[in-house]
């Protein structure tokens, strides 16, 4: 399963990520891991929570964001629930393509490994395309 918050820069979808950080923290029965393109949640999720800061591997790239989640996976398959905050700034990309791609490809991991993935993405909710639109 991936669900997509999509809006405006101020629209509230970091604050929103975390209420869900929050909620299956206290819900689920598996690890929980939020990826961040910069140390800006560490006070603001649960310490239960494994935050990864992105930026620290100075990867860049939806190709290397995908082998880092394989290399998560592979080093825990106690996960259940990945969190990625701002996708096109931790990408450096903007491409609705490339998004889509990332996306289906998240889908597909998903089903496969039994993982739910929740991302953010700063764009216009009335300018995505219908590929990304069937996530929101």
Known sequence: MVKVIMGLKGDGKTKRLIELVDKANSEEHGDIVCIEKDANL???I?????????????L???KFLKGFICGLRAGNYDITHIFIDSLFKMAGNESDNEAEE???WCDSF????GIKFTITM????????AGIRKYL
Do not use: I, N, Q, W
């Not at 649960?46 to 100075?58: A, C």
């Not at 998903?110 to 490994?113: A, V, W, Y």
């Not at 700063?122 to 395309?129: G, I, K, R, V």
């Open 42 to 44: 560490t006070y603001s």
């Open 46 to 58: 649960p310490h239960s929570v494994r935050l990864v800061t992105f930026s620290e591997y100075k």
């Open 60 to 62: 860049t790239g939806y």
């Open 102 to 104: 990332f996306l289906d």
């Open 110 to 113: 998903s089903e496969r490994e």
């Open 122 to 129: 700063s764009s216009s909710p009335e300018l995505a395309t």
